[in-house]
C-alpha cells in the first residue's frame, strides 16, 4: 500500500510539474511575441516600424531579380508642428494615427506599410502597374478627405512616388520618392 502511495504521489507530482512547465512556456512565448512586436510594430499606429522597414529593404535588396517592378511612396505630414504647437501633441498623435489609418486603408493590402518616425511613413508597392499605383493615390486623397470630414484635426500630406522596372534599386527609388516628397512639401509651404 505504501508502494502505491508512492507511486500515485510521485505520478501527480511529476503531472503538477509538468503542467507547471506547459505554463512557464506558454508564459514565454508570450513574452517573445510581445516583444518581438514592440521590436517591429509602432505603438501609435501599429504600422511596422523602422527596424521592419530597414528589414524589408535588406530582404529586397538581397533578390531585386525576383520583382518586374518596385514603387516607393514616402510620406510626410505637413504642419504637424504647428498642431503640435497650438493644440499640444495630442493633437499631433491622433493626426499621425489618422494618417497612419489612411495610408492602410488605402495602401494595406497592395504592399508594405511602415512609419519611419515621427511623421514619416513609407509604402513599397511591388509589380503594381502605373494605372493601379496612380489609383491608389487618388484612393488615398478620397480617404485623406473622407477623414478630415470627420475629425477635428485635418490631415495634409505630402508624398513623393518613385519607380523602377527590371531588377529595381531599392536605396536609389528610396531616395528619388524621398527628393519628390520634399519638392511637393517646399510646392505647399510656397503657396501658404
Known sequence: MVKHLIKIGIT??????????????????????????LAFIDTLTLLPNRTAFDREMRRIETNPQ??????????????????????????GDELIRGSGQCIQKTFGGLGSLFRLGGDEFAVVLMDLTEDEVS???????ENIAEYNDTHQYKIDISWGIAREDEEPNIRRLLKKADEKMYENKMKTKKLQ
Open 12 to 37: 501527480v507530482g511529476f503531472t503538477v510539474y509538468s503542467v507547471s512547465i506547459k505554463r512557464r512556456i506558454g508564459i514565454l512565448n508570450k513574452c517573445v511575441k510581445y516583444y518581438k512586436n
Open 66 to 91: 525576383a520583382y518586374h517592378s518596385l514603387t516607393c511612396l514616402i510620406f510626410d505630414l505637413n504642419y504637424l508642428k504647428i498642431t503640435n504647437d497650438t493644440f499640444g501633441h495630442l493633437a
Open 135 to 141: 489609383a491608389s493615390v487618388n484612393e488615398l486623397s
